[in-house]
């Protein structure tokens, strides 16, 4: 059966709240729908720790600058349901808004002394939505994607509390697909004393080793092909760092190669502590080897977790 479909932020608050009534715990699982194995495995990892899971299908204009383009991320809302039907072990729910940035009333731009003042604007800033509460996790937005993608973590840091106040669940689960993501949330959620546990969990990936992603449909047969230097890259890092490699820039450097070799373009390749994301030059505890590249015109990102104990 077809989940039940929430499309207001007072109606998805009254459901919540009448679960918790009944003693049940809720799970949140936020997406921007074009759903495929990687965010359903997160739907049945929540339904393992709670009794009903709502599922956001929103595509946060927050995230996007205005240069990037908003309207072609793809969409598949009736899709996503089908998927959803399939899934069994627990109530799923799916809170799809219109628009969480419309407050009524007129819409107006903020001043803010002209023409955005040489600041990188989002979508809703763009779209004179009037909305001026963002969430900053100031040290930890600013590397990796942070740098390519200046308002993107901003963006989601506040649509993901937006979230958090509507629904009001007891655990979220996000993706280690998006590392930096997963950690600015999980850090704004200590920071802030959300009542809110986050899970992370893994990667979900092709048969291939391609990570999947929402993206990749844009990508062409050659392209994709292409694309699987990042996750073979990232495997074979690994196993070298598993027979003694621990210089990162040794590690870089093949990694680089293996994605120049199939004609990527890379934006970045680094290796991080895992809870800092700060850069490491020798790898003497947990690392996360993170890659960023274009192939063609999407943008991939991909990242394996090395846990060492020396
Ligand atoms: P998105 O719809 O791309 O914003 O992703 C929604 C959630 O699904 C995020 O927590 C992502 O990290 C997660 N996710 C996306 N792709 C994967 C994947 N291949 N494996 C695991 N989680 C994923």
Redesign the pocket.
């Known amino acids: 059966m077809e989940p039940e479909v929430i499309r207001d932020k007072d109606s998805m608050r009254k459901w919540s709240r009448a679960m918790r009534l009944q003693g049940k715990t809720i799970g949140l699982?936020?997406?921007?729908?074009?759903?495929?194995?990687?965010?359903l495995?997160?739907v049945r990892q929540s339904l393992t720790l709670t009794d009903v899971t709502v599922v956001s299908?929103y595509v946060?204009p927050g995230q996007f600058s205005s240069t990037e383009d908003l309207s072609t991320y793809p969409s598949d809302f009736s899709g996503d349901l089908t998927k959803l039907a399939a899934i069994s072990g627990g109530k799923v729910v799916v809170f799809n808004p219109k628009n969480l940035y419309d407050y009524g009333g007129e819409t107006k731009k903020i001043n803010d002394g002209g023409g955005g003042g040489g600041r990188v604007l989002s979508c809703v800033e763009e779209g004179g939505l009037g909305h001026e509460t963002w969430i900053r996790v100031e040290r930890l937005e600013k590397g990796l994607c942070g740098k390519s993608r200046p308002v993107f973590f901003r963006g989601?840091a506040t649509i993901v509390t937006k979230l958090f106040n509507i629904v009001e669940p007891d655990v979220a689960?996000?993706?280690?697909?998006?590392?930096q993501?997963?950690r600015i949330i999980q850090r704004m959620v200590r920071d802030l004393d959300f009542g809110i546990e986050i899970v992370g969990?893994?990667?979900?990936?092709e048969k291939d080793g391609l990570?999947?992603?929402?993206?990749n449909v844009r990508l062409s047969d050659e392209e994709r092909q292409r694309a699987l230097s990042i996750s073979r890259s990232l495997a074979m890092a690994k196993a070298s760092v598993a027979e003694g490699k621990t210089s990162c820039a040794e590690l870089k450097d093949m990694i680089i190669k293996q994605l120049v070799g199939s004609a990527g373009r890379v934006d970045y390749v680094e290796i991080v502590d895992q809870e800092t994301l700060e850069g490491v030059e020798e790898i003497k505890s947990g690392v996360v080897i993170c890659v960023a590249a274009w192939f063609g015109t999407v943008r991939l990102i991909d990242n394996i977790e090395i846990d060492v104990s020396l």
């Open positions: 699982v936020p997406t921007m729908g074009y759903l495929h194995e990687g965010h495995s997160l299908i946060n989601v689960v996000f993706g280690k697909k998006d590392y993501q997963w969990s893994d990667i979900a990936r990570a999947m992603s929402s993206r």
